[in-house]
């Protein structure tokens, strides 16, 4: 059965959504704060995830930060709020879909299955990517070059990567992605381009979790440069490297 992991601090919606979902068929497990759902993440495993934004302690936007250092699973974010700028900041930082409160059961289980069905197209998809990717081959295998400009240096032998001398430890996904767009200098990459890239690494991340991608990518590269602005977001578009 499909695995899905409900996070609420409301007792009753809890009952009633795990109700529902295992009357479609699905596994599902409960919790009632952040912390609880980090801690047994690895150990459930799940397929997707129905989060809520407002919870006390670790809020729902902290998880999903923290989910998404470690997984690219479909996550489903319920809020009571309603404005564009709350649904705009969940999507931006790695949302899926975003469900205002009070919802219908029916149409909460529609949009989870609709995200599954998302899922299984990106993995029927891996390894046909519409351009090349890193992960298309063993990189101890591959002939895919370094990259060697005058601030960064990047070696997809290793994954290691230098910018101003200074080492960047970023993910295989994260790595996938610089890669692609220093490759690419001065070029505009649409979110398509650049999940089509993506998909050989993770074949669970979205147009939306780019975003998420290239924030935390961002933070990694200005942790040993401060001034650091290479990657420039093209609103509406994509984003591009700018050099260095």
Not at 101 to 126: C, D, N, W, Y
Request: with cysteine; aromatic share 6%; glycine share 6%.
């Amino acid at each position: 059965m499909t695995r899905i992991a409900v996070v609420d601090d409301n007792l009753n919606l809890l009952i009633s959504v795990s109700a529902a979902l295992e009357a479609e068929g699905f596994e599902v497990s409960t919790y009632r704060d952040g912390a609880s759902i980090i801690k047994e993440f690895p150990r459930f495993e799940p397929e997707l995830v129905v989060l809520d934004v407002k919870m006390p302690g670790m809020d729902g936007l902290e998880v999903l930060e923290q989910l998404r250092q470690i997984s690219q699973i479909p996550v489903i974010l319920l809020s009571g709020k309603a404005t564009e700028l709350d649904e705009a900041l969940g999507l931006r930082m790695g949302a899926d879909d975003y469900v205002t409160k009070p919802f219908s059961q029916r149409v909460l289980t529609e949009r989870i299955s609709s995200q599954l069905r998302r899922r299984e197209v990106r993995m029927a998809e891996r390894g046909t990517p519409h351009v090349q990717s890193l992960g298309e081959s063993d990189p101890d295998e591959s002939d895919t070059p370094c990259i060697d400009h005058s601030k960064l240096a990047m070696d997809p032998r290793s994954f290691s990567v230098l910018w101003r001398n200074e080492n960047v430890p970023l993910t295989k996904s994260e790595f996938a992605l610089v890669y692609f767009l220093a490759s690419n200098p001065d070029v505009i990459m649409s979110r398509d381009r650049l999940l089509d890239a993506l998909n050989a690494e993770d074949e669970n991340v979205t147009d939306r979790s780019i975003d998420g991608h290239i924030k935390r990518i961002r933070a990694k590269f200005r942790h040993v440069d401060e001034g650091f602005s290479s990657i420039e977001t093209m609103y509406g578009i994509g984003y591009r490297y700018t050099g260095g």
